[in-house]
């Protein structure tokens, strides 16, 4: 019964690090998503996967990477992380009916210094 | 293209209020609403959701009608408690209208006081 699980909670970064968040779902949906959710500005949209090996780019994608190796994790990346980032980030999955709501993790804390 | 504007807030009320939050859409289709509600410290989780005009989702107290004509979808409760504090998105999806998942308002900060 997990659904949609991101690791790690909270992470603090110095200004250049690099890291990896890991999402995973159980539910077997094709579509996942990254978005980071910053005051005032609601929910933005980072990248997309629509199954296992593609991606694509959302509303802002720079300063990011993910990969979609397997169907029931989605992994966003970032190589050289600047304060910008510092964010909460949620990952979230939906099966492929566009009538079907998505469910959410509960989100990772992110600080870059 | 698509989009979502709901009233930002913070709104405030007193316990036992009525309460509306307003969500209007444009979709170059037929979407799919949803509103969700976000607790402090937590993700997103459904709330309620609607498919077809003139469709009522309902949830825990609160409603929400599918509104062709005016291209709305309305949250309301009748009586709002202290626990209904939390941040509401009303979303939308277009069905056939590509891949890249829901469009989000920006999201209304509901403050209820005792």
């Known amino acids: 019964n997990a659904g949609v699980t991101q690791t790690p909670k909270f992470r603090v970064l110095k200004t250049g690090q690099s890291m990896t968040l890991l999402c995973a779902q159980d539910m077997n949906h094709e579509y996942m998503y990254w978005y980071r959710q910053d005051p005032g500005m609601g929910l933005r949209l980072i990248h997309y996967?629509?199954?296992?090996?593609?991606?694509a780019k959302g509303e802002v994608p720079d300063g990011y990477n993910v990969s979609r190796l397997k169907k029931q994790n989605f992994l966003l990346g970032l190589e050289s992380a600047a304060p910008s980032q510092t964010s909460v980030y949620f990952c979230?999955?939906?099966?492929?009916?566009?009538?079907?709501?998505?469910?959410f993790g509960q989100g990772t804390r992110l600080t870059v210094v | 293209g698509n989009s979502v504007t709901q009233m930002e807030g913070p709104v405030t009320l007193s316990e036992e209020a009525f309460l509306t939050i307003n969500c209007t859409y444009t979709a170059t289709g037929y979407p799919s609403l949803f509103w969700y509600v976000q607790y402090p410290g937590e993700g997103l989780q459904l709330l309620l959701k609607a498919t077809k005009a003139d469709d009522k989702g309902s949830n825990k107290g609160f409603e929400a009608t599918y509104r062709k004509e005016t291209t709305s979808f309305h949250l309301e409760k009748g009586s709002v408690q202290v626990s209904d504090s939390a941040v509401y998105f009303c979303a939308l999806s277009i069905t056939g209208g590509g891949a890249d998942g829901l469009t989000f308002g920006k999201g209304t900060h509901l403050i209820i006081q005792p």
């Open positions: 996967s629509v199954g296992e090996g593609t991606t």
């Open positions: 979230a999955s939906r099966l492929l009916s566009m009538n079907t709501e998505a469910f």
